[in-house]
């Protein structure tokens, strides 16, 4: 629950800080109004770290940067345009916006910039009433014209504004929505839900990439699954990555499979519980959590119900990999996070073989070569994927996978799994059969790496005398 004492207190060392307080004095000087805006003010207030520090002002662009000169060691005027300066300021990045009092046409996301003479009305535009408070330094007076505390201690999301228009003009803000939702833990106000259900076509006029950018930052929170879930019920995921929504499938009587969605949202939550666990330091792994929402998103077109009551979903994983290929690539991510994904998606059963019977040490050489530099995110997607409420198999499975494990670094030290290259190169293959470049290189290539494969280090000269009675066989 937020504690408002504390909350004050923390705002007022947030003003005491060396950066607020300089750039407070130089505005306060000059005779413009200064104040700390939005998520600086809000997290404060919730006792959370802030890393970027906003600032919004009466003042000008260009009066921003002459303020801000001779207190900053670096400058940034390419916001100018939207009424933004950037500066380094004690060591820290800061940014410092004019007023605004931006109009939509309704066509595109873009505002046509309109500078505003008042804080209320500045804040009043803002997307949501827990970023539309401010803090006005050096008086450190706080303004709140929309109700952003009592949104804050209800842990409720609200739009300023009527949520119609809010959305109306920009509709990414519904994107934001279900990003905040996650990140602060917070209910959307049914209002602002009901808007979001009937505005969700006009997602249309905001581009890929920023479509992406949302996304992306949604699921770099802790729990990005209330968000997704926001998404899907308003019918926003359907609009850009209806692959989500439709792993709700139809339940048939007759025939009955775990739920694929909840499922999905079960991997994705286990994912990221075992990428704290494993790195407990390292960023948010977007790639793994994509693949771990996309998964089985190949399941509702391969899913066909047997007549014994059983339902199969054959080569949903080939087919998964293909529609995420498509779908990412239509939301502008780039290709690394494309392949990727796609890589996990298509490896995310091969484990499962494992399981069911012990695997030669080729199978186990050709599980760490397919994976490639993705076989630790391979390790974390196939443990999240076990959602069974049978105990006996969960424990059969982690058992399986400790296993596959250990046996793939016990070759890795004993063989540089890593490495896994043939002995010997296409020069030296050249050299060896005195043949010149060529397809032929390549298929003696692959003989020898699949050599490598199956019985590993053989040594050079085992590799060439091989590589000879191969080339005599083929005539």
Do not use: C
Request: aromatic share 6%; net charge negative.
């Amino acid at each position: 629950m937020l504690n408002m004492a504390e909350g004050i207190a923390r705002l007022g060392a947030l003003a005491e800080s060396p950066v607020v307080a300089a750039v407070a004095a130089a505005f306060d000087d000059a005779g413009h109004d200064l104040a700390i805006v939005g998520g600086p003010v809000r997290d404060a207030l919730l006792g959370r770290s802030t890393n970027d520090l906003d600032f919004t002002t009466d003042a000008r662009p260009d009066d921003i940067l002459r303020i801000v000169r001779p207190i900053s060691t670096a400058q940034w005027d390419i916001g100018r345009a939207f009424g933004t300066i950037g500066a380094k300021v004690a060591g820290e990045h800061v940014e410092i916006t004019t007023y605004r009092a931006d109009s939509y046409d309704g066509v595109t996301r873009k505002p046509t910039v309109e500078f505003g003479d008042t804080l209320e009305a500045d804040l009043v535009r803002r997307d949501f009433t827990v970023n539309a408070m401010a803090l006005r330094v050096p008086a450190r007076t706080l303004v709140d014209p929309t109700g952003g505390v009592e949104d804050l201690v209800a842990r409720r999301l609200r739009t300023p504004a009527d949520p119609a228009v809010s959305f109306g003009d920009d509709p990414l803000r519904m994107l934001r929505a279900a990003r905040f939702a996650s990140q602060l833990e917070f209910d959307v106000d049914p209002a602002t839900v009901q808007a979001m259900t009937e505005l969700r076509e006009t997602l249309a006029i905001v581009s890929p990439e920023r479509i992406q950018g949302e996304l992306v930052r949604l699921l770099q929170t802790d729990d990005p699954v209330r968000g997704i879930r926001l998404l899907v019920e308003s019918g926003l995921m359907g609009e850009f990555l209806p692959e989500v929504p439709a792993l709700r499938l139809e339940v048939d009587e007759h025939h009955h499979h775990k739920d694929v969605y909840e499922h999905s949202l079960t991997v994705l939550r286990q994912a990221i519980d075992l990428e704290h666990a494993r790195h407990p330091d390292a960023a948010p792994d977007v790639p793994l959590r994509l693949a771990a929402l996309l998964h089985d998103i190949g399941k509702p077109a391969t899913r066909r119900l047997e007549p014994n009551g059983g339902v199969t979903f054959y080569h949903h994983d080939i087919k998964g990999a293909r529609m995420a290929r498509k779908r990412l690539q239509a939301l502008r991510f780039d290709s690394d996070t494309t392949a990727v994904v796609t890589k996990l998606i298509e490896l995310h059963l091969r484990f499962f073989g494992y399981a069911e019977g012990t695997w030669t040490d080729s199978a186990v050489r050709r599980y760490v070569r397919d994976a490639g530099d993705e076989l630790e995110r391979l390790h974390i997607l196939t443990r999240a994927d076990v959602t069974t409420r049978n105990a006996r198999k969960a424990t059969r499975l982690a058992r399986a996978y400790d296993d596959i494990e250990r046996r793939i670094a016990e070759l890795a030290e004993q063989e540089q799994l890593g490495a896994m290259r043939p002995e010997l190169d296409g020069n030296r293959i050249q050299e060896v059969l005195g043949i010149p470049p060529g397809r032929e290189v390549g298929e003696a290539y692959r003989f020898l790496l699949d050599l490598r494969l199956d019985e590993g280090v053989l040594g050079e000269d085992v590799a060439e005398r091989r590589l000879r009675e191969w080339w005599a066989a083929r005539g």
